[in-house]
């Protein structure tokens, strides 16, 4: 939250009810991807050629932006650029990947269809189709976000932390926060970063959490060279998505269920983890083994895949930036330009793509 000055500078306050780095930040596997969940010719079928374009390209442009702060900022997370494959699947086979590549082409994505001809030569998977594109890259979750934390810090910013914020209130002037040990905050603005969890001010039916899994391969296991500098994800639900680390891990995720208390049982644990393993071996033709390692996390997704960003109506300097589904990472840097620009009086000719509406008019 941001409290003005008598100079007109604003101190910022980041408020969190736990130690910031944990819970979603370090379930994540992690690909930065400029790819929406929604492929651009289906999103273009639900909110329109102007405003799905728009999502596809500025969501391209943040992945580049995001990677440009964290190489000024030189913060040491293991970042690397790296392509994508989005593989054909039950519910995206080759004709539609086909059709999915020149949507973007035509708005000047670079996208490649490859046949099933060509994914066997290049890739060595068996496939009917894929798009290989370029403009993602990956890192470690938990190192950027300390490193973007402490480089806010140094810039002046304050964290307090095991700091749960219960209620709010907007006069139009100020805003109000209260905190779950009966402390009052006053500020000039306040975002609501809640990852998953959705302000109910602004929460809708057409929201849901989801469960999903991943697990963590042991490094430097035997796996196709190239998979090194891809993102591989398909057009399968559930989906299976992986990404290999520095050293050599395969990171690899999906089995979603849209149920969303379904991740905390240890069984499905368990069993996903092994699901997921035996896909990705089948996959890839290796013997991935027993993981290192396997979670479980919640999810929260829209059904555009197009994230909530904005000022809650009813709310006035009150911002909420939520509903991520699976491009959270990609979407906080849209959203950190959205909101920022929005409190420094500046038009963004996107905000409108990730518009709220209200429920209720005041208070969480
Ligand atoms: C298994 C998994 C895999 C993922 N993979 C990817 C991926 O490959 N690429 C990608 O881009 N994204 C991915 N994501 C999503 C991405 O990691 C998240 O969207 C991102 O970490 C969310 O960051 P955040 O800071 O917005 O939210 P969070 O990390 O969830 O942080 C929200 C914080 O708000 C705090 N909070 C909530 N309510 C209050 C309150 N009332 N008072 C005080 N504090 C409060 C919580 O304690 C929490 O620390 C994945 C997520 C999961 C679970």
């Known amino acids: 939250m941001a409290h003005a000055l008598a100079d007109g500078r604003r101190t910022v306050l980041v408020v969190d009810r736990q130690t910031p780095v944990h819970g979603s930040t370090l379930a994540s596997t992690s690909m930065l991807q400029h790819e929406l969940d929604v492929p651009l010719s289906h999103l273009t079928k639900m909110v329109g050629p102007d405003h799905a374009s728009r999502a596809w390209l500025r969501s391209a442009r943040a992945v580049d932006r995001l990677v440009e702060i964290v190489q000024d ?126 302000v109910e001010a602004v929460a809708r039916k057409s929201h849901s959490i989801v469960s999903t899994w991943a697990i963590a391969s042991k490094p430097g296991i035997p796996i196709p060279a190239w998979v090194k500098d891809h993102l591989v994800w398909e057009g399968s639900d ?41 896909k990705v071996s089948d996959l890839l033709d290796v013997k991935i083994g027993r993981p290192d390692y396997a979670w479980a996390a919640p999810f929260g997704v829209t059904p555009t895949g197009l994230p909530m960003i904005g000022e809650v109506p009813g709310l006035p300097q009150v911002f909420v930036v939520m509903g991520f589904g699976g491009n959270g990472i990609t979407y906080s840097q849209i959203a950190a330009e959205i909101v920022s620009n929005a409190i420094n009086g500046h038009a963004d000719s996107d905000a409108d793509l990730y518009d709220l509406k209200p429920v209720r008019k005041n208070g969480l």
């Open 238 to 278: 559930p989906y299976l998505y992986l990404r290999c680390t520095q050293d050599g891990r395969l990171i690899v995720g999906g089995e979603d269920e849209r149920d969303p208390e379904a991740y905390r049982s240890t069984g499905k644990l368990e069993r996903k983890a092994k699901i997921i393993a035996e």
């Open 73 to 198: 900022l030189r913060i040491n997370c293991g970042l690397t650029r790296k392509k994508t494959l989005f593989l054909a699947g039950d519910e995206y086979g080759a004709r539609a990947l086909k059709v999915e590549a020149a949507a973007r082409q035509s708005i000047g994505l670079k996208a490649d269809f490859l046949t099933g001809r060509d994914l066997r030569d290049e890739y060595g998977i068996d496939r009917t189709g894929a798009i290989a594109s370029d403009v993602s890259a990956s890192a470690n979750p938990a190192q950027m976000a300390a490193g973007l934390l402490r480089a806010s810090q140094r810039n002046g910013v304050e964290i307090v932390a095991e700091t749960q914020i219960s209620d709010v209130l907007s006069s139009g002037k100020d805003v109000v926060l209260s905190t779950s040990s009966g402390d009052l905050i006053a500020a000039e603005y306040a975002v609501f970063c809640t990852g998953y969890e959705f």
